[in-house]
Antibody, heavy 113, light 107 residues
């Protein structure tokens, strides 16, 4: 059974950094592009970033471009999101997803002083 | 990038058909995907490429398109269908775009 599990979410102060991880199992991770999607409390879904199967192509929402970096390690079936210069507006539950078909349960990032 | 427009809410009685629409001028050249999200849970894909259902999704969920408007229909609505529904498409540079979401209330 396909499974995605995010980790790394926590409370951070504005300007700090966090690294999110997403562990994949039950499918051939290296064959699929992956994405990060976030959801602020009480708000809708917002796409954050995407990465190609091999990791050679990445895309970002304008709201995080230059601050967030997506990467993957296909040897470890893992997806990452490095988040720098965090802002209050980055407070959200972050989901990793395999092309929208499989989703993790999400990990909560709270940015507050 | 473009915006996807959804009604904020739709209400139907059990057994009726709920229709949730998603529109944007740029939708003509892009496929649309539909997700259901229940409170506190991750989204679930209901429809991909406008009309196709992933494995395990009941037939009472269906997608259609007319020009720049796509519609998710839920026939024979049940109380368990009460959730938020999001449309999603792909804009420039493969960036995903989500609609604002429609809250389906089962009366």
């Amino acid at each position: 059974e396909e499974q995605l599990v995010e980790s790394g979410g926590s409370l951070a102060q504005p300007g700090e950094s966090l690294r999110l991880s997403c562990a994949a199992s039950g499918f051939t991770f290296s064959s699929y592009a992956m994405s990060w999607v976030r959801q602020a409390p009480g708000r809708g879904l917002e796409w954050v970033s995407g990465i190609s199967e091999s990791g050679d192509k990445t895309d970002y929402a304008d709201s995080v471009k230059g601050r967030f970096t997506v990467s993957r390690d296909n040897s470890k079936n893992a997806l990452f999101l490095e988040m720098n210069s965090l802002r209050a507006g980055d407070t959200a539950t972050y989901f990793c997803t395999c092309q929208g078909l499989f989703w993790g349960p999400g990990t909560l990032v709270t940015v507050s002083s | 990038s473009f915006e996807l427009t959804q009604a904020a809410s739709v209400s139907v009685s059990p057994g009726q058909t709920a229709r949730i629409t998603c529109s944007a001028d740029a939708l003509t050249n892009h496929y649309v995907y539909w997700y259901q999200q229940k409170s506190g849970q991750a989204p679930v894909m209901l429809i991909y490429k406008d009309t196709k259902r992933p494995s395990g999704i009941p037939e009472r969920f269906s997608g259609s398109r007319s020009g720049t408007t796509v519609t998710l229909a839920v026939t024979g609505v049940r109380s368990e269908d009460e959730a938020d529904y999001y449309c999603q498409s792909t804009g420039s540079n493969d960036a995903w775009v989500f609609g604002g979401g429609t809250k389906l209330t089962v009366l």
